[in-house]
């Protein structure tokens, strides 16, 4: 079935640059989201890429696919305290419902 | 634009007590969906609505009933709650089609608490 894995904690100084990473397992999903979860709040889209794409950037954040691998990464640069949040990975499968992964909660520290 | 709106956004029920979940969305969204949030376990679906009219069960639809009132609005409703079913509920929309665009827009959620 279709299965989508994330490490759940990351932390990183205030400056640097934040990796989160994401497995899933549907070799036919089209699109890949990362969403962002602030503390009491809805989830956010924050960016997505198309399955014959290997990278895409905007502005802070670069997305990397590796469709052989099935790995999606989040870069954000520059990682600020505002950042700080739990991310969450999704594949869009082929019935179009959104597949989540467990999330990563980013602490950001001065 | 609201978005998307819950109600409540906190809840506490005993065990065995009922409750309903509302949720609507000013978008002239088609499909609407319900999910639970858990520790450790993203987001899991409980029921969908492909359209007015149309519901369908989701991954862990056990417990919850659904009603697609009309295009707005999406109910879940809990007959006999129980703590297994303590968690986070967000609400979503997304219109039709399979662009980039057309993906999920959620609700500010409902914070359940079942003794």
């Known amino acids: 079935g279709e299965d989508v894995e994330q490490s759940l904690f990351l932390s990183v100084r205030e400056g640097d640059s934040s990796v989160i990473n994401c497995t899933y397992t549907?070799?036919?999903?089209?699109?890949l989201y990362w969403y962002k979860q602030e503390p009491g709040a809805g989830l956010q889209l924050l960016t997505y890429?198309?399955?014959?794409?290997d990278m895409k950037q905007d502005q802070r954040l670069t997305v990397l696919l590796n469709k052989k691998d099935k790995h999606l990464s989040l870069r954000i640069a520059d990682t600020q305290t505002g950042d700080s949040a739990i991310y969450f990975c999704?594949?869009?499968?082929?019935?179009?419902?959104?597949?989540f992964g467990t999330g990563t909660r980013l602490q950001v520290f001065p | 634009n609201a978005g998307v709106t819950q109600t409540p956004k906190f809840q506490v029920l005993k065990t065995g007590q009922s409750m309903t979940l509302q949720c609507a969305q000013d978008?002239?969204?088609?499909?609407m969906y319900w999910y639970r949030q858990d520790p450790g376990m993203g987001l899991r679906l409980i029921y969908y609505?492909?359209?007015?009219?149309?519901?369908d069960k989701g991954e862990v639809p056990n417990g919850y009933n659904v009603s697609r009132l009309n295009k707005r609005e999406f109910s879940l409703r809990l007959e006999s709650a129980a703590p297994s079913q303590t968690s986070v509920y967000f609400c979503?929309?997304?219109?039709?089609?399979?662009?980039?665009?057309?993906?999920?827009?959620f609700g500010p959620g409902t914070r359940l608490l079942v003794l």
């Open positions: 979503a929309s997304s219109p039709p089609g399979s662009r980039y665009q057309e993906t999920q827009y």
């Open positions: 549907d070799s036919s999903s089209t699109y």
């Open positions: 890429i198309f399955s014959n794409m």
């Open positions: 999704a594949e869009r499968s082929n019935t179009d419902k959104l597949i």
């Open positions: 978008m002239n969204h088609n499909s």
């Open positions: 609505s492909a359209s007015e009219g149309t519901t």
